[in-house]
Structures are given as structure tokens and as C-alpha cells.
């Protein structure tokens, strides 16, 4: 893979994360399905800081945090700060994932977006009173999680680009 394809993947992957995130759930559906909404932005930004990690840069995360901020319509600087620290716990639990992709990976990535979302929600009840239900902060985690599951099977692959990444 160039380096320009790879720009070009981590855009485009960037992009239809922040399109699904804010990707409304039809109305009749109930709240238990429309709360198993993955974190797309969290499983986006740990796929690529676990394979391409030079591509997640701080600059980036802020960046792209902010076009959140807007898209989300919320406090500006939030998503900034939580992907900034999303960058830097993906980064230190590499240490522990070991260039493998599996139960290490899954557990981490189930930590963080349950840190992102809780964080998140946290900050919403306190500075704009919202309503917080306790499946609003762990569904998602939950949901994040099976989809970085199926994933794995796809990222160990004889024929993955991304297995020559991790090494």
C-alpha cells in the first residue's frame, strides 16, 4: 500500500465513521436497539492507531474532533478532547496488545469506547442537564465491540494489507 492509498483509506474510513455516527435510527425503533449503536468514531480510530498508528496524529484527532463537535452539534473542544485521549490510550495499550489481534485487542477496545461514552455522557448531564440512561452508556460499548469482533477474522487474514502493519 502507498502512502497515499493509505491516506486516502484513513480519510475515507474517517469519513463514513462520522456519516454513521450521525446517521439517525428510524423512530420506531425500540430504545434498546437504537442504544446498540456502535461508537464508529472510537472502532475507526483504534483500528487505525493499532495498525498505522503514524497516521493518527494529535493534530488529526483534533481536527476531526471538532468537525464532530459541529456535526454532533455539542460543546465545542469535547470530541477534540476525547479523541486526543482516545490517540494516547490506544497508543500505551499497544504495549499490551502485542501485534496481535484478538482477545487483547477486543478488551481494549471495549475499555475505551466504555471510557469515551461514559466521559462523554458525563459531561452532557453535568454542563447541559441531559437525560442519561444507563443503556445510553453501556450498549454502545457493548455494540462497538461486536462489531471489532467480526472484524478480526478479516484483520489476521493471510491476505490482509494490515497484518505487514503490525509487525
Avoid at 454532533?72 to 494516547?88: M, T, W
Avoid at 501485534?99 to 469515551?116: D, H, T
Amino acid at each position: 500500500m502507498t502512502d497515499t492509498q493509505g491516506w486516502s483509506y484513513f480519510l475515507l474510513t474517517i469519513v463514513v465513521a462520522s456519516i454513521l455516527s450521525v446517521a439517525p435510527m428510524p423512530f420506531d425503533v425500540p430504545d434498546w436497539i437504537r442504544n446498540l449503536k456502535p461508537d464508529w468514531i472510537v472502532l475507526c480510530w483504534f483500528f487505525w492507531i493499532a495498525f498505522q498508528h503514524e497516521r493518527c496524529s494529535l493534530i488529526m484527532a483534533f481536527v476531526v474532533g471538532l468537525i464532530l463537535d459541529v456535526l454532533y452539534d455539542e460543546p465545542l473542544g469535547i470530541n477534540s478532547l476525547l479523541l486526543l485521549a482516545l490517540v494516547f490510550a490506544g497508543r500505551f495499550s499497544l504495549r499490551f496488545i502485542q501485534s496481535s489481534v484478538g482477545l487483547r485487542s477486543s478488551i481494549a477496545v471495549l475499555i475505551l469506547c466504555f471510557l469515551v461514552t461514559a466521559t462523554k455522557s458525563l459531561f452532557l448531564l453535568v454542563t447541559l442537564d441531559v437525560d442519561i440512561h444507563l443503556s445510553s452508556v453501556v450498549m454502545p460499548p457493548i455494540a462497538t465491540l461486536l462489531w471489532w469482533v467480526l472484524l478480526i477474522p478479516l484483520l489476521n487474514s493471510e491476505h490482509s494489507q494490515f497484518r505487514d502493519a503490525v509487525q
